[in-house]
């Protein structure tokens, strides 16, 4: 069987349904090949599933915490059949959505597993027997996979994100090997939910390459929920039994032990670029196996383009997206690049961190003149009505021109906020824009406000220096 069309997108995820829907707006014949579930790994084992349970396990939390309110609430259980049920639905509406998107476009779903032959025909492998599919244009959208490494391979008690998100029971005890942004986000999943957690950092910190003053309210959030955190920590040994893993890790020159019923291991990720037949198609990847592009995503060969995590920069769904209408656009003839100021990121931590544009750290190691500006949770009236008084805003702006270069959040609800700063990057806002800018009371926006007052040196709410 042969199918023949104008665009052929390989991979459903954020970045590939995404560059379908908008090429065939443009007036394409698309066709999106999907070897495992419509959404990809965010919509299905990612970022919707992991989000449903830390809300769960943070509401849970949250109830043993309403004394301070003055409500008595009896004491409280969890149903951990419908804890997965309510995660499950998430992932179903959402996934319906999208297939009924690609549907409503005219965008032909294939079933199957791409591969190259050449640079213009993909073999197609599915449980209806072998394809071919002939294409003008392709968008690469393959995306990534956990990765394991050789002290500690996958098995039946040492997991993924994707295993540990659907655990048929909640284990009393887990391990969690990498604290960065996806050990660290189940890791306060697990711990809401009564788990005795341990997590081991190979680096001197958790969610490593972000600020440590950021980090260091996180991890004080942790200990108080009874996470065990080991930094330099290097793992180099596991056994597994029937009922458990003991973990070996060589800690300020010892060896340690330490045991749980599960082990996750959160140490990156592999871009799926090595089973594809990418070499067939003559399409070029640099030493670490990622696709090289240009401002339009487009590869080295004109008709081929890579988007999302196969390629350079953060492993970022919404990253994906931008560059899948770009590179929709660019086949469609239009002069689209991609072109951001700032790229936004999220760990759904408690409380959460969003960063966007320059750090503060890049600001000491770069040498930028620029001012930084604080304002703490603790002097806003919302933050201290809802008892989230933990955390602050930190603006970073040009010295010389006032404009609004990064900014830095740890707080509830920091991934809210985050988006008015992006926006005010990306447009030039100055810090003085942002002050004069009517944000209403009580919210937990006015921190930002507050923290552009003092970077325009015109404070309310702090005593003026």
């Not at 419509?38 to 769960?56: E, F």
């Not at 670029?273 to 401002?295: N, R, S």
């Not at 770009?326 to 931590?349: L, W």
């Not at 707080?411 to 100055?430: H, M, P, Q, R, V």
């Amino acid at each position: 069987m042969t199918i023949e069309t104008e665009v052929v997108v390989i991979g459903s995820g954020p970045g590939g349904y995404v560059a379908a829907i908008r090429a065939a707006q443009l007036g394409k014949k698309v066709a999106i090949i999907e070897k495992e579930y419509i959404g990809g790994v965010c919509l299905n084992v990612g970022c919707i599933p992991s989000k449903a349970m830390i809300t769960a396990a943070h509401k849970y939390n949250d109830v043993k915490e309403y004394e301070q309110f003055g409500l008595n609430v009896p004491e409280i259980t969890f149903d951990w059949d419908k804890v997965q049920a309510f995660r499950a639905n998430a992932v179903e509406q959402l996934t319906d959505g999208v297939e009924y998107l690609l549907n409503g476009n005219n965008i032909e779903i294939v079933r199957g597993t791409a591969r190259f032959e050449d640079e213009h025909t993909l073999s197609i492998e599915s449980e209806e027997g072998q394809k071919t599919l002939k294409f003008e244009d392709c968008i690469i959208a393959t995306g990534s996979r956990p990765r394991d490494i050789p002290p500690v391979r996958f098995s039946d008690r040492i997991v993924s994100s994707t295993e540990v998100l659907s655990f048929p029971e909640r284990p009393d005890s887990l391990i969690v090997i990498g604290g960065g942004v996806i050990g660290i986000e189940l890791a306060t999943v697990y711990a809401n939910f009564g788990t005795k957690v341990t997590v081991l950092e190979g680096q001197k910190s958790i969610l490593p390459g972000t600020n440590r003053k950021l980090t260091n309210v996180v991890q004080r959030k942790l200990k108080e929920k009874g996470v065990e955190i080991v930094t330099n920590a290097m793992v180099n040994g596991s056994q597994e039994t029937a009922d458990g893993v003991t973990v070996t890790a060589e800690v300020k020159g010892k060896t340690e032990e330490y045991k749980a019923d599960y082990v996750m291991l959160s140490i990156g990720r592999v871009v799926n670029t090595d089973d594809i037949g990418i070499e067939k198609a003559g399409v070029e990847l640099d030493e670490y196996g990622l696709v090289k592009v240009d401002e339009q995503a487009r590869t080295n060969k004109p008709h081929i383009y890579a988007i999302g995590d196969i390629i350079a920069g953060p492993q970022l769904a919404h990253k994906a997206s931008y560059e899948a209408k770009i590179a929709a656009e660019a086949i469609a003839g239009m002069d689209s690049t991609i072109a951001y100021k700032c790229m936004p990121s999220v760990v759904y931590s408690e409380p959460e961190i969003a960063v966007t544009g320059v750090t503060s750290d890049e600001v000491k190691a770069k040498k930028l003149d620029a001012i930084q500006s604080s304002f703490q949770y603790a002097g806003n009236g919302r933050a201290i009505a809802m008892a989230e008084t933990a955390g602050y805003v930190n603006l970073i702006s040009d010295k010389a021109t006032g404009k609004l270069i990064g900014c830095e959040i740890v707080g509830a609800n920091a991934s809210d906020l985050i988006n008015e700063l992006s926006l005010a990057i990306e447009k030039d806002l100055t810090v003085e824009d942002i002050a004069m800018t009517v944000h209403p009371h009580p919210t937990l926006g006015e921190i930002v406000m507050e923290t552009a007052e003092i970077a325009a040196d015109k404070p309310i709410h702090v005593v003026k220096k």
